[in-house]
């Protein structure tokens, strides 16, 4: 069975510091990854996904930035943290193919102060 | 451009009752629909979705949802509700004709009293 596992769980930070959080996959080969980020009490935003290593695809910039180096990992990272980056982050994967389901993580509480 | 609305920020109602739960979509091809749920400080789970093909989708945990053509629609239904079914629920349409972009509702808070 495959597993989504985020890193860390919860993170508070400074504005203007830096960060990168992480999302590993196991038992599935080539998934297509994806980012979101959901503000407290409300919708999902894509940010990011990936279909092969190296590859990564950004819908929603909001300043951060995302990198594959695995064939299954996906990292989130800014330089600078803002106060509207507080929010939860979820990563996810589906299987390669069209319109296929997407499995969600458990996602990453980030609070930035 | 593409989005998707779900008018019902909550909807509240007794367990035995039926749920329908409320999402449109406004996109300029064929529409790829999804319902996912997330209960109380948990993630997203896939409930169902519409690629093609019969209107009615049946998904997971008895829900079941239909695509109106007609009217943008893909309603998302249950009978009857048990209180385990609170949770946020949040319709998504694919707008990037590959299943890689997802544009999501706002979501429905739904609370099922006892």
């Known amino acids: 069975a495959q597993t989504i596992h985020q890193w860390p769980v919860a993170e508070i930070k400074a504005v203007g510091s830096p960060l990168s959080l992480g999302c590993t996959i196991k038992?599935?080969?080539?998934?297509?990854l994806y980012w979101y980020w959901q503000a407290t009490g409300g919708t999902l935003q894509q940010l990011f996904y990936?279909?092969?290593?190296?590859?990564v695809e950004s819908v929603v910039q909001l300043n951060l930035s995302a990198s594959r180096p695995k064939d299954d990992q996906f990292i989130l990272s800014t330089e600078k943290l803002l106060l509207s980056h507080s929010g939860f982050y979820l990563c996810?994967?589906?299987?390669?193919?069209?319109?296929?389901?997407?499995?969600f993580g458990p996602g990453t509480r980030l609070t930035v102060l | 451009a593409q989005s998707v609305d779900q008018p019902d920020a909550h909807v509240t109602l007794y367990e035995g009752a039926s749920l329908e739960l409320r999402c449109s979509y406004s996109?300029?091809?064929?529409?790829?629909l999804f319902w996912y749920v997330q209960y109380p400080g948990q993630s997203l789970q896939f409930l169902l979705k519409?690629?093609?093909?019969?209107?009615v989708v049946k998904g997971t945990k008895g829900f079941e949802a239909e695509f109106r053509k007609s009217n943008s629609s893909f309603n998302l239904k249950k009978s009857p509700a048990h209180w385990s079914d609170s949770a946020k629920y949040f319709c998504?349409?694919?707008?990037?004709?590959?299943?890689?972009?997802?544009?999501f509702g706002t979501g429905t808070l739904l609370s099922v009293k006892p």
């Open positions: 519409y690629i093609t093909g019969d209107a």
């Open positions: 038992g599935k080969s080539s998934p297509n």
């Open positions: 998504a349409l694919d707008y990037g004709g590959s299943g890689n972009k997802l544009i």
């Open positions: 996109y300029s091809a064929a529409p790829y």
């Open positions: 996810a994967w589906s299987d390669w193919g069209h319109y296929a389901e997407q499995f």
């Open positions: 990936s279909i092969t290593v190296g590859q």
